[in-house]
Nanobody, 116 residues
Framework: QVQLVESGGGLVQAGGSLRLSCAAS????????MAWFRQAPGKEREFVAS????????SYADSVKGRFTISRSDAKTTVYLQMNSLKPEDTAVYYC?????????WGQGTQVTVSS
């Protein structure tokens, strides 16, 4: 089993910053990409950013490019999402996700609320 635990969400004013963390643990025996998704009320879950095992390849949704930065700890087991210049439309539950040997694993999510 693989466990993903997110933290770092909260309430912030527009223009502010937050840093989310996602810690992976469990039966992980191979390199894995990790990603952040988000889901706003009444909307489908959408991709936010991803990072490969080494941290050298990252990808971002157009809506967050230039504002969000995904990174990975030296031990590779924790992924961060630094969110700057937050907007009310960034309000959502943020989830981290990984795929290991064909199986998707999701965290429980952390709420981010941006007030105008």
């Amino acid at each position: 089993q693989v466990q993903l635990v997110e933290s770092g969400g909260g309430l912030v004013q527009a223009g502010g910053s937050l840093r989310l963390s996602c810690a992976a643990s469990g039966r992980i025996f191979s390199p894995y990409t990790m990603a952040w998704f988000r889901q706003a009320p009444g909307k489908e879950r959408e991709f936010v950013a991803s990072i490969n095992w080494s941290g050298g390849i990252t990808s971002y949704a157009d809506s967050v490019k230039g504002r969000f930065t995904i990174s990975r700890s030296d031990a590779k087991t924790t992924v961060y999402l630094q969110m700057n210049s937050l907007k009310p439309e960034d309000t959502a539950v943020y989830y981290c996700k990984t795929n290991i040997r064909g199986n998707d694993y999701w965290g429980q999510g952390t709420q981010v609320t941006v007030s105008s």
